[in-house]
């Protein structure tokens, strides 16, 4: 997609030793941007895309091309699925509980459009996704209902306290007799669930709900679209995630931010202080601090993607340090950016975080300083599209190479083959539970 860069500027000795000892010092390997060339040594290097896979992930056989499970004739009574957070963090929660409520043979209730503490937003479900494209593609998985029977509309759902529930034994046992009692029940799914011990049929639903079923509704996917045609082509879409409460709450420190950051930072931790001495040196090593936009700037040039690639920033209004990132790569683009203002400006966060996975999906690249709710939903929407060229930044690599002193030639090398590996063997690609390995 993007050709190899060439050439490179020298680098005194003096100032890469000095970024070592900043960086063993401070616990922050924030090295300065350079210009538009990368160092000779890469010369010839092409880029991390040109890397030969041995591994790929595809939407499994058994989901995919196997016949659903037959629906049993009388549900168990009504599931709602409580989700809080941001879009991609409930679309998680929602696909799980589609997969739970098919395990407790129960029918699905959808929120109403307009019921907007259930999405902890003002959008509701239907301002997001197609609700019935998504009873259409879920008749054979699941039960879904629009609407209760009338003698339990006027009812709130009995509130199961799922917090401790691990694997399908415990929903069966626990989940279950509450919801054949009460007869209509909400949840908020487990995040320490283990979907890999769901029987196929549940996993099946869930599979079908989160990569089929849910789908954006039109006005959206014509604001995705628009968006899509505006950005210059090809280009490689980049979830950056340098925001205050990010940095916040990785409780790492940063030496040599703008004053604006620094404060915006502070006003983020609340209680949560920053790592000091050893810890904050341990902290770091286990890959705990985003990357700024500067640190990730020499990322993608050890990668050789070349500085006059066109980027799009899927993040929110809320970046950080943006310029150490546009210092190098000066074909960077943002929402705010292409679209009109009073269209951006009229747009809720669920909204602007529904185009920016859309377009990412639709990207020509992906890359993510984060392995998050939205960058595992793209990387699979992308697996079952074909489209592999999707890869995760290590923080991790990236902040022991740092940390060891090595020069920016030496660090820029290991950085290479680091991602090289990852993207070889399809790291992060797409989530178990419904994508199979297949070695190439």
């Known amino acids: 997609m993007i ?12 100032v890469i030793c000095l970024s070592a000892i900043l960086a063993l010092f401070f616990f922050s390997p924030s090295f300065p941007s350079s210009d538009a060339s990368v160092s000779s040594s890469l010369s010839g290097r092409a880029e991390i895309w040109s890397v030969r896979r041995i591994v790929e992930w595809r939407p499994c056989d058994w989901w995919m091309k196997g016949r659903p499970a037959a629906l049993p004739e009388k549900s168990n009574g009504y599931l709602r699925i409580d989700c809080y957070g941001g879009l991609n963090q409930m679309r998680r929660d929602f696909c799980d509980g589609v997969g739970i409520g098919r395990l ?11 019921v907007a503490a259930y999405w902890n937003e003002s959008n509701g479900f239907g301002d997001i996704f197609d609700v019935n494209y998504f009873i259409e593609q879920m008749k054979s998985f699941i039960h879904v209902v629009k609407e209760l029977p009338l003698e339990l509309s006027s009812k709130e759902p009995f509130r199961v306290n799922c917090s401790k529930r691990k694997g399908s034994f415990d929903y069966i046992e626990s989940v279950l007799p509450s919801l054949l009692l009460h007869r209509y029940i909400s949840i908020a799914p487990a995040m320490s669930q283990r979907r890999d ?8 639903a869930l599979c079908q709900a989160c990569y089929t079923a849910l ?62 001495g050893e810890q904050a040196r341990t902290w770091r090593r286990r890959g705990k601090c ?19 690639t066109t980027i799009y ?47 990412s999906v639709h990207s020509d690249a992906y890359m993510a300083t984060y392995f998050g709710n939205m960058d595992k939903m793209v990387a699979a929407m992308r697996a079952l599209r074909g489209a592999h060229q ?45 994508f199979c390995e297949f070695k190439l």
């Open 3 to 14: 050709a190899p860069t060439v050439g490179r500027t020298l680098v005194i000795t003096a």
């Open 104 to 114: 407790l043979n129960a029918t699905l209730v959808l929120p109403k459009s307009e």
């Open 197 to 204: 011990r769901y029987p196929q049929y549940a996993k099946s």
């Open 215 to 276: 789908r954006l509704t039109e006005p959206l996917k014509k604001k995705g679209s628009e968006l899509l045609r505006a950005i210059p082509k090809p280009f490689l879409s980049l979830h950056l995630r340098f925001e205050p409460d990010m940095v916040a709450y990785s409780q790492c420190q940063y030496l040599g931010l703008s004053p604006a950051s620094a404060r915006a930072i502070d006003a983020a931790r609340g209680d949560r202080k920053p790592w000091m």
């Open 290 to 308: 985003p990357l700024t936009p500067n640190e990730t700037a020499l990322v993608l040039q050890s990668l050789s993607i070349p500085t006059n």
């Open 313 to 359: 920033l899927a993040a929110g209004d809320d970046l950080m340090e943006l310029g150490g990132l546009t210092a190098v790569y000066h074909r960077v683009f943002t929402m705010s950016a292409l679209m009109r203002r009073s269209d951006y400006a009229s747009m809720r966060g669920n909204t602007k975080a529904a185009l920016d996975y859309y377009v």
């Open 390 to 434: 999707t890869l995760f930044l290590s923080r991790r690599d990236f902040a022991v190479l740092a940390l060891q002193g090595l020069s920016r030639k030496s660090l820029m090398d290991a950085l290479w083959k680091a991602h090289r590996d990852r993207f070889a063997t399809g790291f992060g690609s797409a989530l178990p539970e419904c």
